[in-house]
């Protein structure tokens, strides 16, 4: 199966405090795969890693092929990303919050609508495309920066906690939007402590205490013990 992440023998420290131990794990194409691990394992330093933010050593991360450390712009070119803080213009509507992140990638005119309105389409956001985000719930406004990370075409869809102070029935939708990506081809590598968003066939990354503690299919993984208290007995942390 061909690869959309690959990273190999990933390593970083802030300072003298390790943040990630020779980390290894790939994502197949089209797959939906959690990034999971309780809070300070390191997942966000390693999602900074993978966006090209922070420079690991030692490491290889590898986008469809393409060392993000040889060949950046092609590696980044194939990533969309979405972060654990929230990135938008307020004051402005949703439409020109992505017309904005679409010139950023070299997309104008009749391409730019039309690549944006296939977005919201995808996440169900189109009859919010002239809305002012500022009144936009706290749900509506994740769904349009996944819309917005998608713009301009990715393969790899990374996301960082995407869900974090949202209520139930808005993690809910969200999760199941990003899932429905990966059947039109699209990857997902999404960071969570949440175990409750994944699903029994997604791929699984378990980081812990920055070093790789399991991987593979969740119900091959965790095998007949539930996901919850699987989690616990191998990180200590409440699910």
Same mark, same amino acid.
């Given at each position: 199966m061909t690869e959309a992440l690959r990273v190999a023998g990933l390593s970083h420290d802030w300072g003298r405090k390790p943040a990630l131990r020779d980390v290894s794990f790939a994502v197949p194409e089209g #797959?939906?795969?959690a990034l999971l691990g309780p809070n300070g394992a390191g997942k966000s330093t390693l999602m900074a890693v993978l966006t090209g933010l922070i420079r690991p050593a030692p490491g290889v991360v590898s986008v469809g092929g393409h060392d993000l450390g040889r060949?950046?712009?092609a590696a980044l070119a194939r990533i969309g990303v979405v972060y654990q803080a929230p990135t938008y213009d307020l004051d402005r509507s949703v439409f020109a919050n992505l017309k904005y992140f679409a010139a950023l990638q070299g997309l104008s005119?009749?391409?730019? #609508? @039309? #690549?944006i309105a296939a977005s %919201?389409?995808?996440l169900g956001m189109e009859e919010r495309a002239g809305e002012k985000v500022a009144a936009l719930n706290g749900g509506h406004r994740r769904r349009m920066? /996944?819309?917005r $990370? %998608? /713009?301009h075409a990715p393969r790899l869809l990374l996301l960082d906690e995407p869900t974090v102070g %949202? @209520? $139930?029935p808005a993690r809910a939708a969200i999760t199941a939007h990003v899932h429905a990506l990966t059947a039109e081809g699209i990857s997902v590598l999404w960071a969570t402590h949440l175990v409750d968003e994944l699903h029994p066939d997604d791929d699984l990354v378990l980081l812990h205490q920055g070093r790789v503690a399991a991987a593979g299919r969740v119900d091959a993984v965790t095998g007949a013990t539930p996901l919850a208290e699987w989690f616990l007995t191998r990180t200590g942390a409440a699910a």
């Open positions: #797959r939906f795969c060949s950046p712009r005119g009749a391409m730019a #609508r @039309d #690549r %919201l389409a995808r920066e /996944i819309a $990370a %998608l /713009i %949202l @209520d $139930a």
